[in-house]
């Protein structure tokens, strides 16, 4: 179902989203994307550099976050521009249940061209893991 612009408003919310994160999906990513980096796999490793454990790929925790743009617009090609700021790992315990990544959404602008700003809250464990999360989009 397609989003039209003359719908949407300054503060229009988009459904929220929690996204379940296993260590068996950051070895999946591994694999997709390339980055083997032992810090999202390996305990140890992770706990040696100083980080609380096993964490999650930068780029994994930002792609689901723009999940809830894309199933919002129903198209992903929609998205013209994304960016956020890392502000914190999201730690992935291997127990079973992993983490999870909680994502809120609303339309900050109304742009030229039938765009608009979707600014996204995006937390883990109660914790904010990505700032100045922002997308444009081009609805209908």
Known sequence: MAVSFDEVEVG???????FPVTRAMLVQYAGAS??????????????EVGL???IAHGMFTMAEAIRVVTDWTGDPGSVVEY???FTRPVPVPDDGQGAVIEVTG???ALLEDRRVR???VVTSGGQKVLGMS?????LG
């Open 12 to 18: 229009t919310e988009l459904p929220a989203q929690s």
């Open 34 to 47: 390339g980055d083997f980096n032992p810090i999202h796999w390996n305990e140890r490793v992770a706990q």
């Open 106 to 108: 609303k339309v900050g």
């Open 118 to 120: 979707v600014d996204l």
């Open 83 to 85: 960016g956020v700021r």
């Open 134 to 138: 922002r997308a444009v989009v081009r």
């Open 52 to 54: 609380p454990g096993v």
